[in-house]
């Protein structure tokens, strides 16, 4: 069994910053993408930045400049900074990771049970 598990959400004021960590725990031969998700009330899920296992990036258009992802591949653990909040950043964030359990298996998509983040002052 293979999980994802968030932390480092909270209430900040906007122009504050938080830092959001995802461990992922269990059965673990590989990790391919590790990426954050958000979902606002009302709306969909949308990407907000992703990391391959070397290291590229790729980030939403709404938090570039703002936000960064990094990975520490030792310790299967995505992180998100997040700098400059604004109150359209909150969302319930999600961490989101392409897992091979074995050799023998394929990648399996997994999601953490997310994190809140509030901006509001």
């Known amino acids: 069994q293979v999980q ?9 004021q906007p122009g504050g910053s938080l830092r959001l960590s995802c461990a ?9 993408v590790m ?7 009302g709306k969909q899920r949308e990407l907000v930045a992703a990391i391959t296992s070397g ?27 997040m700098n400059s909040l604004k109150p359209e950043d909150t969302a319930v964030y ?11 298996l394929r990648y399996l998509e997994v999601w953490g049970q997310g994190t809140l983040v509030t901006v509001s002052s």
């Open 55 to 81: 290291g590229s990036t790729n980030y939403a258009d709404s938090v570039k400049g703002r936000f960064t992802i990094s990975r520490d591949n030792a310790k299967n653990t995505v992180y998100l900074q």
């Open 4 to 12: 994802l598990v968030e932390s480092g959400g909270g209430l900040v």
């Open 94 to 104: 999600y961490c989101n990771a392409d897992i091979k359990p074995d050799l023998s």
């Open 35 to 41: 990426a954050w998700y958000r979902q606002a009330p």
């Open 24 to 32: 992922a725990s269990g059965r673990i031969f590989s990790i391919n």
